[in-house]
């Protein structure tokens, strides 16, 4: 697999100076855990779902859950167990590539349950997502099964779990809960990929739903989970990624707020191309994105295949990002005295010691992602997957 591959027939070249990198479902986890990008869910009822799979990940998705939990009704669970096996099944005897493809369930018997029907075809699956994790039976549960399988079947099994739970969301509870997580996922250090948050769910729990015009972290009750769950998880070289919470709009409606893209980083592309995303609310996910970013979360779950191209584009590493931190790990490789260096750009000091960290980060980003073409940004590489959708 590789970010960008499927902008068939034009001038990828001419958009990167460095090109991302090969990687697969055997890649480290910590490869994987960069890569994950936008994780697309979808109901596991959906009868085409092999070939929703294939047909995503053409269109650029690289990691995809088949989901038990909440995007079905419990009326639903059983037919769902049944028709997630045969469609996974079918996935693992088609020729074409497919994403890095995870399962969300209710509870561990439905791992247990999955492997035994899936057999073989097992090896099709990169792990499992844990909705409502707790720090209790629950939790070690469904941390249990993953580990009896990857070790009985030899495959890198991982899992994700998503915090999302009252005792997350209320203040009292939050800090001893959260620091119960890290332990817990520590001690199970090798089979986690990465931490998802549930922001539909902390945020029902207030009642309360953003609008396509707000983000997550414009909500401050939902905001301050959020930074405390980076807060206690992502620390240092031994923390997890955190991905962005969901995007749950895939059109746009009545308008309060003026558009929150600016007009000048689409002057020398396609005029329409700034109006359809604001149509289409897309500068709230933008937004987020950007918010996510800067807050120290990678990725983001969405739910419609739209949502991708502008993950992905504001995940390629810019050319002024790239260089700062190969200058700061260079240098700290060269005698590691720490101390400031000037930015190439020469509008900012890189202190080594303080930006090694991100720089590190940084560098993991651009091997996956790529490192933009000096002068280009963002709405290049989503003006690109843009064209390519109306070629397609």
């Not at 479902?25 to 960069?34: F, H, I, N, R, W």
């Amino acid at each position: 697999m590789r970010y960008f591959s499927h902008l068939v027939g034009m001038s990828v070249d001419a958009l990167f100076h460095r090109l991302p990198t090969e990687f697969s479902q055997d890649s480290p986890a910590e490869t994987l855990a960069m890569a994950l990008g936008a994780t697309l869910y979808s109901p596991a009822v959906r009868p085409r779902l092999a070939e929703d799979i294939v047909r995503c990940h053409a269109e650029g998705v690289m990691s995809m859950v088949g989901c038990l939990e909440d995007s079905i009704r419990d009326s639903e669970v059983d037919e769902a167990e049944l028709n997630l096996a045969d469609q996974l099944r079918r996935l693992a005897r088609m020729e074409a590539g497919g994403p890095l493809v995870f399962v969300r369930v209710r509870n561990p018997d439905q791992i247990y349950r999955l492997a035994d029907r899936l057999g073989d075809d097992l090896r099709i699956l990169s792990g499992f997502v844990l909705p409502k994790f707790r720090p209790d039976e629950s939790g070690q549960a469904g941390l249990k099964a993953v580990r009896e399988i990857a070790d009985g079947s030899g495959l890198p099994l991982y899992v994700m779990p998503v915090l999302e739970t009252p005792e997350i969301a209320y203040a009292e509870t939050r800090m001893p809960t959260l620091l119960a997580v890290r332990d817990m996922l520590d001690s199970n250090r090798d089979r986690v990929l990465a931490v998802r948050v549930g922001a539909t769910d902390l945020s029902s729990i207030y009642a309360l739903r953003r609008t396509a015009e707000l983000t997550a972290w414009d909500v401050n009750v939902v905001a301050g989970i959020l930074t405390d769950i980076v807060n206690v998880l992502r620390r240092g070289g031994k923390g997890y990624e955190v991905t962005g919470p969901v995007w749950e709009y895939f059109s746009g409606g009545e308008r309060v707020l003026k558009p929150q893209l600016r007009v000048t980083p689409f002057e020398d592309h396609d005029p329409m191309l700034r109006t359809k995303l604001v149509r289409q609310s897309l500068d709230g996910l933008i937004r987020e994105i950007v918010l996510d970013k800067a807050n120290g979360m990678v990725g983001k779950t969405v739910i419609h295949p739209s949502h991708a191209a502008a993950v992905h584009a504001l995940s390629v590493v810019s050319h002024e990002e790239y260089c700062d931190a190969k200058a700061i790990c260079e240098d700290y490789a060269g005698d590691g005295g720490g101390g400031v260096l000037r930015s190439v750009y020469m509008n900012k000091m890189n202190e080594v010691r303080p930006h090694l960290s991100w720089a590190e980060r940084t560098l993991v980003r651009a091997e996956i992602f790529g490192v933009a073409a000096e002068g280009l940004g963002f709405v290049d590489f989503l003006d690109a997957a843009v064209s390519r959708e109306h070629v397609a």
